[in-house]
């Protein structure tokens, strides 16, 4: 469009009418430069955005929600939708009762000991850890709440030595890029006290790999594989199941790293061969720690500074 204007305006200064209508020209070829401009923003920059990666979902405002990956046009869908979900009757529920003391109060104090004992680790033991173990978390943390109940995670176990090879070989390489080149000078000395850089050696020493993946849509007939169903927060969900994979894992006498590994997630989402509505949240190396193990000897917040009571 813009070697069409050129020629058009080239074709025009060789006339000699362009001197005298120039007054009625000149407005006439910016209106329509502003049109032409308008026209295409709009249609290949607007309504492709939302039509492929993002599809407008609005509310009656027509302004789209936070926090949700839209994969259609729910709002103006051309027919009677019907619950993703399938229709069952509600059931009575009495609260907790399995919980780690009788008494409510010890069994808040025990977990939050638990809790507090969970450190960041980066060197670990070769001892090996009862694959039943890992898969027993990895369950508790499919118990977590997710919107609308579609339990958008993948957890991807990994314990091929080649295949964890394969991982550090790819999260090193662009590690190493990323502490050199695309972070900030501060981002790598704000890092420097907890003594990380791109050298990864825990993703071959741990004994296994967790990589938690976010569903960003689903199916509503999975072997089919067609009909999308949306996933509403799916990364909160998954964020929420994390954390709960982290406590179990902590509960089971595990330690592990929440790692997320910059600019790796489409190829490792390939290695692994998963779907392209994954994408990858954080990758945990689990096992034991190594005997000569350290941890920074870091204090956590208390309580009067990450509280307001009202």
């Known amino acids: 469009m813009a070697s069409y204007l050129e020629d058009l305006v080239d074709s025009l200064i060789s006339s000699s009418a362009l001197v005298t209508y120039w007054n009625y020209i000149f407005p006439v070829l910016v ?4 049109a032409i401009s308008l026209y295409d923003k709009h249609r290949y920059g607007r309504n492709k955005k939302l039509r492929i990666t993002e599809p407008a979902a609005t509310e009656k405002s027509g302004t789209k929600l936070d926090g949700i990956e839209y994969v259609g046009d729910l709002e103006h ?11 069952k009757p509600h059931i009575p529920y009495s609260g907790a009762t399995v919980t780690l003391a009788t008494d409510p109060l010890e069994a808040a ?6 809790a507090n004992n969970r450190r960041s680790v980066r060197k670990f033991s070769s001892r090996s850890v009862d694959v039943a173990i890992v898969e027993r978390c990895i369950q508790a943390a499919g ?35 990323n502490y050199t080149q695309r972070m900030a000078k501060q981002w790598v000395t704000d890092l420097r006290p907890i003594r990380t850089n791109h050298i990864k050696e825990y993703l071959t020493q741990a004994p296994y790999l967790v990589l938690v993946f976010k569903q960003t849509y689903g199916y509503k007939d999975s ?70 193990c350290t941890v920074p000897d870091l204090q956590r917040k208390p309580l009067e500074d990450i509280l307001v009571r009202y």
């Open 109 to 114: 104090n025990r977990f939050y000991a638990i």
């Open 77 to 87: 869908a051309e027919y009677d939708p019907v619950p993703a979900l399938e229709e």
């Open 143 to 177: 118990t977590a709440p997710s919107g609308a109940h579609t339990e958008p995670w993948t957890f991807c176990l990994v314990s091929d030595p080649t295949i964890k090879a394969n991982i550090r070989e790819i999260i090193e390489a662009e590690e190493f890029v």
């Open 223 to 292: 072997s089919a594989g067609t009909d999308k169903k949306q996933h509403y927060y799916n990364e909160i969900s998954t964020s929420i199941a994390t954390g709960m994979l982290l406590s179990a894992f902590q509960c089971a006498g595990l330690s592990s790293l929440v790692t997320t590994p910059l600019n790796c997630g489409p190829m490792l989402r390939t290695l692994l061969e998963r779907p392209p509505n994954e994408k990858l949240l954080v990758l945990l190396p689990v096992g034991y720690p190594a005997d000569d």
């Open 31 to 34: 209106g329509l430069y502003l």
